[in-house]
Every structure is written in C-alpha cells, then in structure tokens.
C-alpha cells in the first residue's frame, strides 16, 4: 500500500476496490481473528475498537486526498473528527467496506464523509478533516 506510510500491524486498509479522484473511493479491509488489535478486545468475544474502525476511515481518505492531489502528496494529517458514531460491533470475519466521499478541499485541508459498512449496516461514520503537507 504506497499511497499510505502505515505498515502493520497499524495499516487498516487491505485493498484499494475502487476510487474517483477528487470524489470517492471504496476501501476493504478484512477482519481477522489473528489482528492484534483483537487480542486483548475482548478476550472470547473480540470486538475490532470502535477508533480502529475510525482510524480505517482516514486511512481511506488519506489514499483519496494523495490520490487526487499528487503534487502534494508527502504525507496526509488527520486534524479533526465530527460526528463520529459508532452503531455496529465489527467481529472477526467481517469484511469491513470503507465508503469515503469527499465533501470540499482549500489551502490542503480535506473534508470528507466516511463510513464503515458491514453486511450493508453502517458500523461507525464520522466527518473527518486532513491535511496534506
């Protein structure tokens, strides 16, 4: 995954399945028994963190904002998170499907409107703002 800096066990986007520059992209990211993440939460019932979930969501505006912004494209900050709610436990075997549509962009500040959707059930949304630098 080039177009992010993150590497496990942090990197929480497994696939690119598609992306509109300057408009959306569709991320997936697998749930596995074996993600670490899980291992401690909840030992016999893992649950993936809800700001894991949140965290997946900027990783996939991330590779959006530097996919349509080349020029800029050295790194992607998360700097402010809106509305976040979490409404879904993500569960191993869950096939986790990040919708991220962008809202506005100015002077390299993004906005954008992410989901993360499991079995057609939004999970957790948030508005989500980034910088590129």
Not at 43 to 55: D, K, T
Not at 58 to 76: D, H, P, V
Not at 94 to 114: I, P, Y
């Amino acid at each position: 995954m080039d177009w992010l800096p993150h590497r496990y066990p942090m990197l929480l986007v497994d696939r690119v399945k598609e992306v509109v520059p300057n408009t959306s992209i569709h991320c997936i990211k697998m749930i596995s028994s074996l993600d670490p993440y899980l291992q401690g939460h909840f030992p016999g019932q893992p649950i993936m963190p809800g700001v894991l979930s949140i965290e997946a969501l900027a990783q996939a505006a991330g590779i959006l904002a530097r996919m349509s912004n080349l020029e800029l494209a050295n790194s992607c900050l998360l700097t402010e998170l809106q509305d976040v709610r979490f409404r879904r436990q993500i569960i191993p075997g869950d096939c986790l499907n990040l919708h991220v549509t962008a809202l506005k962009s100015r002077k390299g500040f993004f906005w954008f409107e992410a989901k993360a959707i499991v079995d057609g059930d939004v999970a957790s949304s948030a508005l989500i703002t980034a910088k590129l630098s």
